[in-house]
């Protein structure tokens, strides 16, 4: 039995062996090293239309406070004219300027499912694809105003105007 178990046994280390060679399979003291990848640079933007750019120069910029101690820093884009930049803590999103039949300014990033919204009273930062709010109340200083506005002397609804006696 222990002679059947040997010879299993050296079978095995010769077929391992075997296939070491047959695989190409070489005794090393140097660590594999995975491949780097290439710094890889910005797509470049395909231009915008001139619609696109007329609302891309009504976007807010700067550094925008928003709720729950958040802030979002939003900042135009140097090499891509109407496209802006817009960091939430470690996430970075590239956004173009989209027509909206609201009136509101939207601002998207396609690739991530980001949606920037400009009110005239604030801002929201959108996660298309979960359906949630990454960010909400932003307000800039003419933000904060216009909302403060609103707060003092509420628009009547349309509903309410309707019903007014004359």
């Known amino acids: 039995m222990a002679i059947h178990r040997n010879l299993m046994l050296a079978r095995l280390v010769a077929?391992?062996?075997t296939a070491g060679v047959l695989l190409g399979a070489q005794a090393s003291t140097e660590?594999?090293?995975?491949?780097?990848?290439?710094?890889s640079k910005p797509a470049p933007v395909a231009p915008l239309q001139d619609d696109e750019l007329a609302l891309s120069a009504q976007v807010s910029i700067g550094s925008i406070p928003c709720e729950l101690g958040q802030s979002v820093n939003l900042r135009p884009d140097a090499e891509g004219p109407g496209y802006f930049h817009l960091q939430l803590k470690g996430q970075r999103f590239h956004l173009r300027p989209v027509a909206s039949?609201?009136?509101a300014l939207r601002l998207e990033d396609?690739?991530?499912?980001?949606?920037?919204?400009?009110l005239a009273n604030k801002s929201m930062l959108m996660d298309q694809r979960q359906g949630r709010r990454l960010a909400d109340e932003c307000m800039t200083p003419l933000q904060q105003a216009y909302a403060e506005q609103l707060r003092r002397?509420?628009?009547p609804?349309?509903?309410d105007v309707a019903q007014k006696p004359r």
């Open 15 to 17: 077929v391992a062996g």
């Open 153 to 155: 002397d509420p628009t």
């Open 101 to 103: 039949a609201t009136g």
């Open 157 to 159: 609804a349309l509903i």
């Open 31 to 39: 660590p594999v090293r995975k491949a780097k990848p290439a710094a």
């Open 110 to 118: 396609q690739a991530r499912g980001a949606v920037w919204i400009q």
